[in-house]
């Protein structure tokens, strides 16, 4: 309350200063959720969000580990997700909430696998995202397009065939 009043005095708008954090955390927070979904945090899944909100929110790259960091330690995002949802639901446009459920799709295929739990997320984010169910498909094959592509990439063979792309699902 002091900071809003200091703020205030100072000329400066608290609320988008306090927007902008709280939409990092929310979304941090739903990231980490992905990560974790399978039991396991891989280095690969921490690299994906670490960038991520690194190029979204303009943060350094210490700034972004230390987000995943708390977020990963703590125990509420089971008990906040709805509120998470809807954090980023009001505070993000159709097309930006898009792009979230894509970094979502990239935490979740970082570690080469998709996971009975992280499928059943995806759906469950995309939902309360108010995201249809095509929306959250082409997002999920724009990420496995892209994936597949890098992977050719990087064994240097051309375009890998199969629209599932070359990652594995355990389903």
């Known amino acids: 309350m002091i900071s809003r009043i ?14 902008h954090d709280d939409l990092v955390v929310a979304v941090t927070m739903l990231l980490a959720e992905a990560a974790r979904m399978d039991q396991r945090v891989d280095p ?8 991520r909100l690194a190029q979204r929110f303009g943060l ?22 709805f509120a998470f949802t809807q954090q980023v639901k009001n505070g ?50 724009r990420v496995l397009a892209r994936t597949s592509a890098a ?3 990087k064994q240097g063979s051309g375009p890998i065939g199969s629209g599932r792309g070359v990652l594995a699902t355990d389903h």
């Open 60 to 81: 350094t790259a210490e700034a972004a580990a230390a987000h995943l960091d708390r977020a990963l330690a703590s125990a509420e995002t089971g008990n906040r997700f």
């Open 92 to 141: 993000m446009t159709p097309e930006e909430r898009v792009k979230l459920v894509e970094m979502l799709w990239e935490v979740v295929y970082a570690d080469g696998r998709l996971d009975p739990y992280e499928d059943n997320l995806m759906r469950r984010v995309a939902g309360l995202l108010d995201l249809s169910d095509t929306e959250n498909g082409a997002a999920r094959k």
């Open 44 to 51: 690969a899944e921490r690299q994906v969000i670490e960038l």
């Open 6 to 19: 200091k703020a205030l005095l100072a000329g400066l708008d608290p609320k988008q200063p306090e927007h």
């Open 151 to 153: 992977q050719a990439e």
